[in-house]
């Protein structure tokens, strides 16, 4: 059952290389098949040794006028958790580090273990992976990286450092071994599915035959307010809450919280003792009159452009989800997009994160987040959750006249 448009669908068996595609919504129903689970495995395991290797190294170095300072990857924490900026230290952390590792490590368990179907805490670790990945941002922590580097370049020699290089090495691999994953084969693996329903009809919505499909496993089964999937346990909880409405309340939260972002300074930049506080619009357009036009427009693009876009398309589909469903596939790859994007946001917050790290000079130069730094990272944190909280099938008719099976 599509998990975006609810379209009941029976597959055929897989061979290898192939992968299901929903017939009126395009989402994809399955990953590619692969043999074994060999591969992502192996790309998990090397992700993690140069996790490991990450913390063993300098980061970077960075030196003005004869005053050096070397970081650490550690140190982006600790320089924020001493400015007193503890949530800012927590977010980076956990999506750099604690949910990418917490997500490689479980992945080689359930891998090693796949085909022992009493292997422990395998259901609960898988049903946890899935939703994970949204927040695996090691790859964006990599951009925000190199827009630092390239704000203070004219500034001071930057010197990289091995721990930089293995970073890179580990989100490539990270995001190899998230699109190697088969996780209709590993769950099958896992915990078979049980037999299919023979009275669910294809080419029809889940909702007009009272099915709903299991947000960790997939297994479609039929809806109850106490129902639990039969293959993994999770419970469906679209009748806990109406999404739409948590949803609104959540775009909202988020367009407060956007005042204060802008208002208050995401960084301060202290020089002999003078300092000189910057908001995020003051940011973008010192870097423009600096004639750093790619970086201003990669700072506008993150902290203004994809934020407000991402309220204002969420706040459209709300509406349009409460109204008769039109342009289906259009509003669906519309949200798409918007859910996508979310995440680059957050460039803003890591480049504050780097630059408070990275440059100490003592007296001489420095840079201080600002109370606007936790307020957009809570921008970028609620408007993803309100993306993952918004019901798609609503886009869709619930009896539409099917073509396709």
């Known amino acids: 059952m599509c998990g975006e448009c609810d379209w009941v669908v029976w597959l055929p068996a897989r061979r290898p290389g192939q992968r299901a595609h929903c017939p009126r919504c395009h989402h994809h129903l399955t ?8 591969a992502p495995m192996a790309c998990a395991i090397g992700a993690l040794i ?21 970081m650490r990857f550690a140190d982006t924490a600790e320089a924020l958790l001493g400015d007193h900026y503890g949530v800012l230290a927590l977010v980076l952390l956990a999506t750099t580090v604690a949910f990418p590792g917490l997500y490689l490590a479980a992945l080689v368990y359930l891998c090693l273990g796949a085909g022992h179907q009493r292997l422990p805490g395998a259901i609960p670790l898988a049903r946890l992976l899935r939703p994970i990945e949204p927040w695996m941002m090691s790859d964006v922590f990599i951009v925000g990286v190199l827009v630092s580097l390239v ?20 989100s490539l691999l990270l995001l190899r071994t998230v699109t190697l994953i088969d996780w209709t084969a590993l769950w099958d693996a896992i915990a078979p599915a049980p037999e299919p329903d023979m009275t669910a009809h294809a080419g029809a919505s889940g909702r007009s035959q009272s099915l709903v499909a299991c947000g960790a496993c997939g297994t479609p089964f039929v809806a109850h307010p106490r129902h639990r999937c039969p293959r993994c346990g999770k419970r469906h909880h679209v009748f806990r809450v109406d999404r739409i409405q948590l949803t609104w309340a959540l775009l909202v939260t988020a367009a407060l919280l956007y005042i204060p972002a802008n208002i208050y300074p995401v960084l ?10 910057q908001t995020i619009a003051a940011g973008v357009l010192h870097l423009a009159e600096s004639g750093d036009w790619p970086i201003a427009a990669v700072i506008f693009v993150a902290s203004i452009v994809v934020p407000v876009s991402k309220i204002v398309a969420l706040a459209w589909l709300c509406i349009a989800a409460r109204g008769r469903p039109a342009a289906s596939l259009a509003r669906t790859r519309a949200y798409r997009i918007t859910e996508k994007i979310g995440r680059w946001s957050m460039i803003d917050v890591f480049v504050v994160a780097v630059l408070a790290t990275l440059v100490q000079a003592g007296t001489l130069m420095s840079i201080e987040p600002g109370p606007g730094a936790i307020a957009f990272a809570g921008v970028v944190i609620l408007t993803m959750i309100a993306a993952l909280t918004f019901d798609t099938r609503l886009l869709w008719p619930e009896r539409a006249p099917g073509n396709a099976s």
């Open 50 to 70: 140069m996790l490991a290797l990450v913390f063993a190294f300098p980061f970077l170095g960075f030196s003005t006028h004869g005053v050096g300072h070397v």
């Open 31 to 38: 990953g590619t098949a692969r043999r074994d689970a060999q």
């Open 151 to 170: 704000k203070i370049v004219s500034l001071a020699d930057i010197h990289i450092r091995a721990s930089f290089i293995a970073f890179c090495i580990y």
């Open 268 to 277: 301060s930049t202290v020089t002999l003792g003078n300092a000189q506080p």
